[in-house]
């Protein structure tokens, strides 16, 4: 079992922190800043073991360093990114697993925001910490994939089961669901989506995580294989890719 504890920084990003509740063992999942970890873990009474980074952006790694010296934690990350995470001392590739304690994740490879990109995929509690790949009614922008390579992370992630839970790690759903609402002004679940979403906002709540089964209905990324979906937003009926690349320029431009 796991305890997960949500730390908001920034102006939109979210820093987990995961405990394995059995053995005590706890991990930081992309810290941008160490203060509001340091915080939390004096809070909370816990020691930090390990950092779990999805990719190397500064925003999810800049703590790395600070908070490997105070707690001599070890950091996990893709293999193929060493020389962009700092203080990697655990290097993991596609398919492997991770044991915090007793609970234990997969590592998907999920490049197209970055490469090298990853996710922690823990089954038996069915969430996963997806960084910036997936988010609520969205995803992340292209910096270093092409289109192709961002349409086979989602497809990787689509895959899971629809009770899976999405720790994405920023706050961009109303602004996601707004264009979504754009596409589909006449969808009735995205209205109600928004509102739901406008009334946690309002009281400084997360809208984050979302589930899986959702996001596979509602998430215009996730659906660009979907021919009623396709057809009812205007466009033409051709590949995943070339689909998906246009509702990316649509959203890049809204």
């Known amino acids: 079992m796991l305890e997960i504890f949500q730390i908001p920084v920034l102006n939109d990003n979210y820093i987990y922190l995961i405990t394995d509740a059995k053995s005590g063992k706890t991990a930081c999942v992309d810290p941008a800043l160490h203060d509001p970890v340091i915080e939390k873990l004096e809070e ?17 790694v800049g703590a790395n360093l600070q ?7 070890e950091i996990v990350g893709n293999e193929k990114d060493k020389a962009r995470i700092p203080g990697i001392s655990i290097f993991v590739n596609e398919g492997d697993t991770f044991k915090l ?20 995929y ?11 790949t997936l988010f609520s009614l969205g995803c992340g922008r292209l910096f270093e994939g092409t289109p192709d390579v961002m349409v ?7 895959s899971l089961p629809n009770n899976t839970k999405v720790y994405c790690a920023h706050e961009y759903t109303l602004n996601n669901a707004n264009f979504a609402l754009s596409l589909e002004p006449k969808n009735n679940k995205l209205k109600k989506k928004i509102e739901q979403i406008k009334t946690r906002r309002s009281k400084g709540l997360s809208t984050i995580p979302s589930t899986l089964g959702e996001e596979k209905i509602l998430n215009p990324f996730l659906r660009f294989d979907n021919d009623a979906f396709i057809k009812s937003v205007g466009l033409k009926k051709k590949s995943n890719v070339e689909n998906f690349k246009v509702i990316r320029e649509m959203k890049d431009n809204f």
């Not at 007793?102 to 490469?115: F, K, N, P």
């Not at 069915?126 to 960084?131: N, R, T, V, Y």
């Open 44 to 60: 909370l009474d816990k020691k930090l073991d390990f950092i779990l980074n999805t990719h190397h952006h500064n925003d999810h």
């Open 152 to 158: 086979e992370s989602l497809l990787k992630i689509r």
């Open 122 to 132: 823990f089954s038996k509690e069915s969430l996963i910490f997806c960084g910036d």
């Open 101 to 120: 304690g007793d609970s234990e994740c997969r590592v998907i490879e999920v490049s197209g925001h970055t490469l090298g990109h990853i996710c922690y």
């Open 67 to 73: 908070l490997q010296k105070r707690y001599k934690c």
